[in-house]
C-alpha cells in the first residue's frame, strides 16, 4: 500500500503543470507573449507620437492638410497710403524676364490696384518676344506717368532696373518681374512705410507666393 500510494503521488504530481518543465515553460512563454507585442506597440506608437510633436515638417504637414488655399489676409502694420502719397513717393518698376506677350495683361492688373497718375516703368529687352509688342501704347492708356525703357537683347532684367535709376523722381522704387502680380494694393504702402519707419534699412521685401495648377498657393521658392 505504501508503494501504492507514493507511485499515486508521483502520477498526480506529474500531470501538475507548475512540476513538468515543458508545461512551464510552454505556460511561461503564453504569457509573455503578450507583453512583449504590447510593448512594441506602445514603443512604435510613441516614437511616431514624438516624430509629430517634434518634427516641424510634419507639424505643418498635418496643419496644410486643415487650411484653406488661399492664405488668410494679414493685418496692415502701418497706415494704408491714399493715392496721392503712393504716387508722390513711390514708384513701379516692370522689368522683363523673358518675353513682353502678358504686358497688357499684366499693366491692366496693375491699372486695377495703383491709381493712374502712379509712376510706372517698363524695361524690356530689344528680343523678338518683345518688338511687336505695344506694351507702351497700353501703358500710357492706363497710366498718366508711363515710361518705357529698352535694355540689350542679353541684357538681364537688372540692366533695366540700373537704367530706369537716373529717371526716378520718387524717394522709393518698386522693383518687380513682369512675371509677378500683386496679390493687394498695400504691399507697395507697406514697404514705403515700414522704410520710412526705418531709415537703416536700405531695401525692403514682399513676401511672393506662387499658384499651382489646382489653385493652391504656396509661398515662391
Request: aromatic share 8%.
Amino acid at each position: 500500500q505504501a508503494d501504492r500510494a507514493q507511485e499515486d503521488r508521483r502520477r498526480l504530481g506529474a500531470t501538475h503543470p507548475a512540476q513538468r518543465g515543458p508545461w512551464r515553460g510552454a505556460a511561461m512563454g503564453f504569457c509573455c507573449r503578450p507583453s512583449s507585442s504590447g510593448t512594441l506597440v506602445a514603443l512604435v506608437s510613441a516614437l511616431v507620437v514624438g516624430r509629430i510633436l517634434y518634427s516641424p515638417c510634419m507639424r505643418r504637414l498635418f496643419r496644410n492638410t486643415a487650411l484653406p488655399g488661399i492664405p488668410d489676409p494679414l493685418a496692415p502694420a502701418y497706415p494704408s497710403c491714399t493715392d496721392a502719397q503712393l504716387t508722390e513717393a513711390v514708384s513701379l518698376v516692370v522689368t522683363v524676364k523673358d518675353t513682353c506677350a502678358q504686358a497688357e495683361e499684366l499693366l491692366t492688373h496693375l491699372s486695377k490696384m495703383f491709381p493712374k497718375s502712379m509712376h510706372v516703368f517698363y524695361a524690356y529687352p530689344a528680343i523678338r518676344g518683345c518688338r511687336h509688342v505695344s506694351s507702351g501704347a497700353v501703358g500710357q492708356r492706363l497710366f498718366s506717368n508711363f515710361t518705357e525703357v529698352a535694355v540689350g537683347p542679353s541684357d538681364a532684367p537688372i540692366a533695366g532696373f540700373l537704367k530706369v535709376q537716373p529717371l526716378l523722381q520718387t524717394k522709393y522704387a518698386v522693383l518687380m518681374h513682369n512675371d509677378a502680380y500683386p496679390m493687394e494694393r498695400d504691399f507697395a504702402c507697406e514697404m514705403y512705410r515700414a522704410l520710412e519707419a526705418h531709415p537703416h534699412y536700405p531695401i525692403a521685401a514682399p513676401q511672393i507666393y506662387e499658384a499651382a495648377s489646382d489653385k493652391v498657393i504656396v509661398p515662391h521658392g
